[in-house]
């Protein structure tokens, strides 16, 4: 039937008929099409345009087995095919992607039904046609992954092929699609296969990806790859078991930062007499660097995660009850340092990162390897710089620090930890020139005043949220420290010293509370107290009935030169010892008047003007001798 209906023209007009006839009767009769190329095929075996219609139609209707067999056929019988090229990409593309459409599904389903050997051989061919190295090094790896048997064969060709492509077309970028592609993937399945690699090229793989990995986590969370610390820390676990690693195992259990953190210093322990010995040395500087970042990633993260950002300062001590239990010999110099903050941050990560910061400083040789691997190969300035600021306050290296801090710029958080830096060095003038740049520059956020700056300690430091209440209380707490010193050592220190006290001690009343009683004993040991500023800034209830106290006869008839005010004594300066009766009475009527500011007069308001307008006379005070 069909024979009589073909035109009598050329071969190419007979065979260009049967396909348009199938494709014709394709839209109304699938069995029809079909037997117009059935007819087509036994005229034209040789034919890939009739072939190539026949796979067309069966993928058209979803005939998976037979649309394999016939994309079979046409590889074979015409592998250069530009027709069955355009195919094959679009198959190997599909297989690549993961795409849940339906025409990737179809693809990949009927790339399962073709021969494996015909698989290999498509993708090897595949990867060899493609001119774009990128493309080439996707569909190697699709090769690995369907054929793992060959990763001996191809795995180090695609590593070779993916370092050279990296240097030449992204030379010093740490993240990009080819390194993407080597960490991600590659490492992966050639660490999981019975390939050898050379162990100088396993370490530079390993180093190429923990850099890569690092350098991924820092970017903003929508372009992260997924879980890169379990990625980074699987990659550790199969290249160190490659180079024998006696620590690999450790990365392969779930993350458990004290866990870690002991196994590295078991390790350090255990092989203390081979730290300058190259291979335990670069095993021990690579894992315990990894853990280190993980450690710093998770502080900073929590840090970031309270409504106000956090500064590490040095903070106040009390002395140490002679009834507190001893600290155990082997933890006693952690403990001497306490941490403290006004969150439910412990600290731990800190003390753990100086911990592995001291492991990696072990020798003279281990110093010098970090400095390599951190500023050339891993490049990990902009993770160790934070932590080297922390690390010099957590010491007490204030020194170092200052080095430190003019490379973090001049924000508020620098200037904090500038002033306590100055604090720790006794420099008074230098700290009250950044406690003025700090106060005239609050932060919006108010916050809440701390119970926290004072504990019983060889060292304190504290986690201050910049705030405004926290870092105006904690910069009176840096004045009145100062000036505690100078009462301390000299009884004779005059009167400002005393009087910005009594100001400052005003912040966070009653806190300082025993301060007031050393202070009115050195009042009434002089029997006078005269105080300029008295009338612009103590205004604390407490306070103004102490001095009272001490005015009158019973609390030690002292002299008061405080300048009430002309609305009170007519200019008159308080100068008796309570025998005019009416003088008493106007100065509790100015005491009244003192207290009556607390209700209009916001205190954090009152120190703020104090530690500006008056520090010239803060000065004065800090610099008596």
Known sequence: MFENSIPTESKGSKEDYLLLRAKEALHTDIYAAKSW?????????HSSKVQFEAYRIEKLSKNVKEAAKCFSEIFQNFPEDREIWTEIETVTACLRSEKNDPESELLCQMFQHIPQELQHRLLVMTADHSEDTMEHCKLLLLLLKKFPQTVSTHGPRLVETLLTAEKHSHPGEAVNDFRRLLACEALPLLGGA???????????????????????????????IPNPWDRLFQVIDIVGKKLGWELSNLFSTPWNQEAYCERIQQYTVTHANGLNDEATVRQLLLCAIAVLIRILNEHAAQMNSYDVPYCLVEAFTEPISSTSVEPKPKKRKREEIILTSDSDYSGYGLTSAVALWDILHSTEYMKREVVKLSQQTLRLDAWLNPFLIDLAVYKGLHQDALARFPQAGGNLTTHLRLASTCFCLKDYGGMLDYIVMIVSALPQTRGKLSNNLNVPATRHLHYLPLAELPILQYCCRLLLNGLKCKLAISTDTGDWATGNALVLMQMDWPQEANLLST?????????????????????????????????????????????????????????TRGADKGVREEVRQAMRRQAARQDVDPINELIQRFIINEKAAILHSLMIK
Request: net charge negative; proline share 6%.
């Open 519 to 575: 202070i009115s004993e050195r009042i009434r040991m002089h029997e006078a107290f005269r105080y300029p500023l008295f009338t612009s800034y103590i205004i604390c209830i407490d306070i103004l009935e102490e001095l009272t106290y001490l005015w009158t006869e019973s609390g030690g008839g002292i002299s008061l030169d405080i300048a009430i005010g002309s609305e009170v004594l007519q200019g008159r300066r308080i100068t």
């Open 194 to 224: 019975p390939v050898d690699l050379n162990p100088r090229l396993s370490l530079r793989l390993l180093c190429k990806a923990v850099e890569f990995f690092l350098a991924c986590v820092q970017q903003p969370p929508d372009s992260q």
């Open 37 to 45: 190329l059935i007819t087509a095929k036994s005229l034209f075996p």
